[in-house]
């Protein structure tokens, strides 16, 4: 399946950009994939934060948490 693209904008420190310029030439690829390719590997991180502070707020008793029964009385 081909993933739809979608542009966008956006405004880098000059450091960052000439650095994206220098990997985009070194490895001839498109500083738009680059720049993907980093935002996954980036999101995969995320992923793995926002685990770590729900679990902390589930050990310190701030979120609630629901058993299968709960949830199929709401869901039927």
């Known amino acids: 399946m081909i ?3 979608t542009r966008i904008n956006i405004t880098l420190p000059k450091s960052l950009e000439e650095e994206l310029t220098s990997v985009s030439k070194e ?6 994939h680059i720049i993907a390719r980093a935002l996954n590997l980036y999101f995969d991180e995320l992923d793995t934060l926002i685990a770590d502070n729900r679990y902390k707020r ?5 979120t609630k948490t629901y ?9 039927g």
Do not use: P
């Open 3 to 5: 993933e739809k693209h």
């Open 27 to 32: 490895l001839n690829e498109k500083k738009s």
């Open 58 to 62: 589930y050990k310190d008793g701030k």
């Open 67 to 75: 058993t299968l029964a709960d949830l199929e009385k709401v869901i």
